[in-house]
């Protein structure tokens, strides 16, 4: 949600300001902008609505060049999509500001800036922190001090980068929730909202902890903490390419991404196990210790990872014999938990710097929890950072808004959990060997399941020009119809809901009629028979049904009935094969309808706002 790109160097830095922008274009965003600092001491600024090609093309026509300099992409918050609040923000012609997440009380500040005169140009939020640090500068602060006097004033979740056109050498950034990382170079530096802004620029990071403050300067980076006091934080080199953030030869980074997730798949399994059993380790040090006591989990997240949590509740309970219950982070932050006596707490991210679900895990270290799990992407995030246990999900980087590759790594690393839980609860070693069997198998079945590609294309002509989609599935398949519902709606606009099938009866079944379609999760499992007479209730209101099955259910193809072939795949994997299928229909029927599948409207990668 929003990016943030700065630099400083000898060289021109706007290439690679914008370089790095539309590399942030997967989080989401309605406008862009960017300032320098010129070779005269004055601040250049170009700013548009729209999309990073439409700055690009502003530049070509108006061109900046500068040594020093911030960019940005707005998601809009305090004001609408126009040019005046899109960032950066200046204050006079002295300070440009950009900013990520939200400043609470900035109206308060913002009244007093009024009175000392200050002119505001914009609705947001973010223009009180140009002004506010002005006015310290203008008392004979420095840029560092002027920022870490204004930031102690504001209240929220925000990053921040600072420039100041009479100090041309340094910019001051600064973190608190919003994630923010630092790119080192060779006589130049560089900060960002996310690595891969700055991949192709460098491949050496260091990751700004909460409330950071760092000034930045072509040689040096100096951080100081919450406290004031310098620190210094480790430089972290990746294995991450900039050509891992390529397109390649998919039209989208979607659809490249779907078609990663065997290896992804693969990778999520490597090193984690060990003569046909999973490795606690793989959790850290303290993974033996605190799984031995588990008696109860909590798990929580949003979105598609809240849906990852809902397998994982069937998974636990009926493998591990564990007690689980699922939250929605949002939903959790704001209402009083009972937490008994050994439970983990369990967080599901995939930036790992999700607002909700992030503050859900510092509510929950002073809850009473015997400790804390976070199962992630990001190995330098805040939540990997903040948990006891860690379990990295190894997708790679995942750019398209609408999860996919990450989601089914969630799921896999889930099952590795389970596995860890069952055996310290008497799991024994054959079907622990069974199942890890099962685990290799996953990565082979989903490659299996792309080559239904070409065949679910043809299908999504039949949900091209419909308005809604109804999703069943029962068990662990109830939140895999719940994920192809909302990879439905967020990426085509076509409205979807998921409902377990056993609840048709108790209202969902009166909007069924010939213009609903109906996609069921059909595996073979000892459901099945209790799936079979749902399907029917759908058939004899004349629903049309689009029945994704394994081949040895015997469900055969009937009016009013389409079957589409699943490979064989075990009952436990199941839920992580048939999620590859809804995500190729979702992305064949959002072509179709001419939507920007890569970032669907209103929405954003990583959400660090509330």
């Known amino acids: 949600m929003c990016g ?3 630099a400083v160097a000898e060289r021109n830095i706007v290439p690679v300001l914008v370089e790095g922008l539309h590399r942030l ?20 600024l170009s700013r548009t609505t729209g999309k990073v090609a439409d700055l690009e093309a502003r530049l070509a026509d108006n061109p900046l060049r500068g040594r020093i300099g911030v960019a940005h992409t707005r998601w809009a918050t305090h004001g609408g ?19 990520n997440g939200i400043i609470e009380n900035y109206q308060e500040i913002k009244d007093e800036l009024i009175e000392k005169g200050y002119e505001f140009a914009s609705e947001t939020d973010t223009e009180v922190a140009a002004h506010l640090v002005h006015d310290y500068l203008k008392q004979g602060e420095d840029l560092l001090s002027a920022v870490s006097k204004s930031v102690a004033r504001f209240q929220g979740a925000y990053a921040l980068l600072v420039v100041d056109a009479e100090d041309p050498d340094r910019m001051v950034v600064s973190r608190v929730a919003s994630p923010l990382v630092i790119g080192r170079g060779i006589g130049e530096n560089f900060v960002a909202s996310g690595a891969p802004a700055l991949l192709p620029v460098t491949q050496r990071f260091i990751y700004l902890e909460q409330g950071d403050i760092a000034e930045i300067t072509r040689e040096d980076v100096r951080i100081f903490d919450d406290k004031g006091q310098p620190v210094e934080r480790e430089t972290h080199e990746t294995n991450w390419d900039a050509e891992a953030a390529e397109k390649g030869p998919y039209r989208h980074f979607m659809l490249k991404e779907i078609f990663e997730q065997p290896s992804a798949l693969a990778d999520t399994l490597y090193g984690r196990i060990n003569n046909h059993q999973v490795m606690p380790e793989s959790l850290g040090p303290r993974a033996a210790e605190l799984l031995d006591e588990v008696e109860h ?4 997240a949003c979105g598609t990872s809240y849906h990852a949590g809902c397998v994982g509740k069937y ?7 564990v007690p689980v219950q699922v939250e929605i982070a949002s939903e959790y932050r704001y209402r009083h938990m009972v937490v008994p006596d050994n439970t983990l707490f369990v967080t599901l991210s995939q930036s790992g710097e999700t607002a909700d679900t992030l503050e859900a895990l510092r509510i929950a270290k002073r809850s009473g929890y015997m400790g804390s799990l976070t199962i992630c992407n990001s190995a330098h995030s805040s939540m990997v ?17 609408a999860s996919t590759k990450a989601f089914t790594t969630q799921l896999l690393s889930i ?32 490659e299996q399941a792309l080559t239904m590609s070409n065949d679910l294309k043809d299908l999504a002509e039949e949900f091209a020009d419909k308005h809604h989609t109804l999703f069943l599935g029962r068990g ?13 709606k967020e990426i085509s606009y076509i409205h979807a809901e998921a409902y377990a099938a056993g609840e048709l009866k108790h209202g969902p079944l009166a909007l069924i009629d010939e213009d609903m379609p109906v996609v069921v999760v059909a595996p073979n499992n000892e459901l099945l028979d209790k799936l079979k007479s749902n399907m029917q209730v759908v058939r004899a209101r004349g629903g049309q049904l689009y029945v994704f099955a394994d081949q040895d259910t015997g469900i055969e193809p009937e009016e009013g009935m389409k079957v589409i072939d699943m490979p064989h795949a075990d009952r436990l994997i199941a839920p992580i094969v048939y999620t590859v299928p809804l995500q190729l229909l979702s992305y064949h029927v959002a072509v179709l309808r001419g939507t920007d599948v890569d970032q669907p409207r209103n929405l954003a990668k990583s959400v660090t706002v509330e």
Not at 297 to 300: A, G, R, S
Not at 387 to 397: E, F, I, K
């Open 4 to 6: 943030i790109v700065g």
């Open 315 to 321: 998974w636990i309970e009926a493998l591990a014999g």
């Open 385 to 401: 950072r903040e948990s006891d246990l860690v379990m990295m999900t190894q997708a790679g980087p995942e750019i398209g808004v």
């Open 297 to 300: 989990i909590h798990i929580v």
């Open 25 to 44: 274009e997967y989080r989401g965003y309605d406008s862009a902008g960017v300032a320098v600092i010129d070779r005269d001491g004055d601040i250049g």
């Open 476 to 488: 662990p398949m109830w939140p895999i119809a719940m994920e192809g519902a909302l990879k439905l």
């Open 415 to 446: 099952l590795l959990v389970t596995l860890m839980l069952a055996r310290h609860r008497g799991l024994d070693e054959d079907r622990e060997r069974e199942f890890v069997g099962h685990l290799y198998h996953a990565a082979a079945a989903c």
């Open 81 to 99: 999509v126009t040019e005046a609040n899109a960032h950066p923000h200046l204050s006079g012609d002295r300070v440009a500001v950009i900013h």
